[in-house]
């Protein structure tokens, strides 16, 4: 009798019943379309959109219209939305909490100088509104003052440094300086604009003017302009979005009070004042009177005596009600005459 034998291999062998339910659940994913996924507000497919309201309306910037009508200026301002919300979110929501402590002190100085508040959102973006912050083209402080393309810069104004001081670190003085500047630059560069007075303040007006001579009646969007110009202007401008439309952008910092304090004015001392010294008069520590006076050098912590550069000497804040008392240790002490 003839054997007969089966060839396994081209036998249809049934599968265990959780491989056959583990197939369906992955043709299920993979055929789930994207809109079935929840979406946040102002965030479609991979990126963020502009809110709807600026979309309809436009938008201003330091008094400006943006042409966020032209496709090619709308991108460009998108991008650094995305940027800035995906990038660099974690240093715009810290940037956002030293806004709203710093902040009423810049917009202050700038509403006295009847410029533009946008003005502050430049601020932020050079120095992420730290005082010690140092670029690495040498700017300083809030405004990144003393870089490289102020020493070509003939609208540049001085500011005082020495071991003990440094005007460009203290708020109001930097922002005052920097006023300055931007207005030379306002009333100097060829056809000029705010926004073309920003792109020289940030890159240098020698950088900036020959390009515009080339380009008459062109505007900052239609210009090529050196790459940081070119980029901190679009970002300031997305910066400004993000902050006017926080709930729309789900960025949600919780409000801080300004820092509170009194202003004793320029002071011309007897002799140095040791912040710490100051600290103990007012029952707290240091470094909260050092970030009222951020001027001063953290390295001495110590608020000079006038010298030459500044015969009127240099100014000193204290936490909010502590003025007077201060004014009177200091004469008591003998760092004040009356």
């Not at 660099?88 to 902040?103: L, Q, S, V, W």
């Not at 502050?120 to 490289?148: C, E, F, H, M, Q």
């Not at 004042?273 to 951020?294: D, F, G, M, Y």
């Not at 030459?308 to 936490?319: A, C, K, M, N």
Request: charged share 25%; glycine share 6%.
């Amino acid at each position: 009798m003839k054997k007969i034998t089966f060839n396994t291999r081209h036998c249809l062998i049934p599968q265990p019943l959780w491989l056959w339910a583990f197939a369906g659940i992955m043709l299920l994913a993979f055929s789930s379309t994207p809109e079935a996924a929840p979406r946040l507000d102002g965030y479609g497919r991979a990126s963020y959109i502009l809110p709807q309201d600026i979309q309809k309306q436009g938008l201003t910037f330091a008094d400006i219209k943006i042409p966020l009508d032209r496709r090619e200026v709308a991108l460009r301002v998108v991008d650094q939305v995305n940027y800035l919300l995906m990038d660099r979110r974690a240093g715009i929501m810290e940037c956002f909490d030293r806004m709203a402590i710093f902040g009423p002190t810049i917009l202050s100085i700038l509403k006295d100088e009847r410029v533009p508040a946008d003005l502050l959102y430049i601020s932020a973006l050079l120095s992420d509104l730290l005082p010690n912050t140092r670029t690495k083209a040498g700017g300083v402080g809030w405004w990144a003052l003393g870089a490289n393309k102020d020493k070509k810069n003939s609208s540049s104004v001085p500011w005082i440094v020495t071991n003990d001081w440094d005007d460009r670190r203290d708020p109001v003085l930097s922002t005052r300086i920097a006023i300055n500047i931007l207005q030379r630059l306002l009333r100097n560069t060829t056809n000029s604009d705010w926004l073309l007075a920003i792109a020289a303040f940030a890159d240098g007006a020698d950088k900036i003017d020959p390009i515009v001579q080339k380009a008459p009646g062109f505007s900052y969007w239609e210009m090529v302009m050196p790459p940081y110009s070119d980029v901190l202007i679009p970002r300031a401008v997305a910066l400004k979005i993000i902050d006017t439309h926080r709930q729309f952008y789900c960025v949600d910092v919780p409000p801080l009070p300004p820092l509170p304090h009194d202003f004793l004015d320029r002071l011309k001392l007897v002799k140095d004042l040791p912040l710490h010294v100051v600290a103990k008069w007012c029952q707290t520590n240091p470094r909260s009177i050092w970030e009222l006076n951020p001027g001063v050098e953290p390295s001495t912590g110590v608020l000079p005596k006038p010298d030459s550069r500044s015969p009127s000497g240099f100014p000193l804040r204290v936490p909010k009600g502590m003025g007077n008392d201060v004014r009177k240790l200091l004469i008591r002490e003998g760092y004040l005459t009356e």
